[in-house]
């Protein structure tokens, strides 16, 4: 029995144009890798950018600082140079926040062992951690913010030196609901300048930290005010110990 001249041409052609999607298709994904490859280094590249910009320029905001100013329709800010930042309220800042914040690269192995034994997203996170964050990626806790975060962390590390950290920290935190920076937080809750700041104020200021909303540095609870009698006993450690050398002279 002979094959059907048709079938056999009409067998051919679905072959080829089988291939041919098999192709086209294998094409269009060589392409989307390309593009989100591309898309994945032009991410980074302006965030590399953004770094170096931050090296001598202040930031004028953050989307964190946007979304509350959408969300409650103002919101109180205003820059000021660390050396007019009273040293307790640094010290106070880095014994409540990150112990050897002068010790480490931008991130903390030891801590983040800790953290993730915890199931913490965020015990681990270091001053130049949280600076990241806050200053160029998005508010909220996912894995993927942690993943840049880590990725930024070592590069800004190298860019700035240890008191520019502090400096863009003190000036971008939250201390209450739409008061942001040290400055705005001083004159907020006691009607001084961060350059006039003492010690019991500094050390309530440094508590409020991980939950500015929740926590009151004017009316303090009783365990916060022991956690900030604490914090000021942790800042004259790190100031005996050497520990705060990289941030004072």
Same mark, same amino acid.
């Given at each position: ?25 294998? /094409? ?6 390309? $593009? #989100? ?8 590249? !302006?965030? +590399? %950018? ?20 959408? /969300? ?6 205003? $820059? #000021? ?8 309220? !640094?010290? +106070? %800042? ?42 160029? %990626? ?112």
């Amino acid at each position: 029995m002979q094959d059907d001249p048709s079938m056999a041409k009409n067998n051919v052609t679905n072959d080829l144009a089988t291939r041919s999607r098999a192709t086209n298709l294998k /094409r269009t994904l060589i392409r989307l890798r390309r $593009w #989100v490859f591309r898309g994945i280094l032009l991410f980074f590249g !302006v965030l +590399a %950018l953004w770094g170096l910009l931050y090296r001598w320029v202040n930031p004028p905001t953050t989307l964190y600082m946007m979304q509350e100013r959408h /969300r409650i329709g103002e919101v109180k800010q205003e $820059w #000021v140079d660390l050396e007019n930042i009273a040293p307790v309220m !640094v010290r +106070a %800042l880095v014994a409540a926040e990150d112990a050897n914040f002068c010790i480490h690269w931008g991130i903390d192995s030891a801590a983040v062992r800790r953290a993730l034994q915890q199931g913490a997203m965020r015990g681990g996170s270091t001053i130049s951690q949280q600076v990241v964050k806050n200053a160029f %990626l998005w508010p909220g806790r996912n894995w993927l913010r942690k993943v840049i975060e880590a990725i930024m962390t070592p590069y800004v590390e190298l860019l700035w030196n240890k008191q520019r950290t502090l400096e863009i920290y003190l000036n971008i935190a939250e201390f209450d609901t739409g008061v942001f920076g040290i400055q705005a937080a001083a004159q907020h809750h006691f009607g001084v300048d961060a350059a006039n700041l003492n010690r019991v104020q500094a050390g309530r200021l440094a508590v409020v930290l991980p939950d500015p909303k929740g926590r009151s540095a004017i009316k303090p609870s009783k365990s916060l005010r022991k956690r900030a009698a604490s914090v000021i006993a942790g800042s004259d450690m790190i100031r005996r110990d050497g520990r705060s050398k990289c941030f004072e002279d």
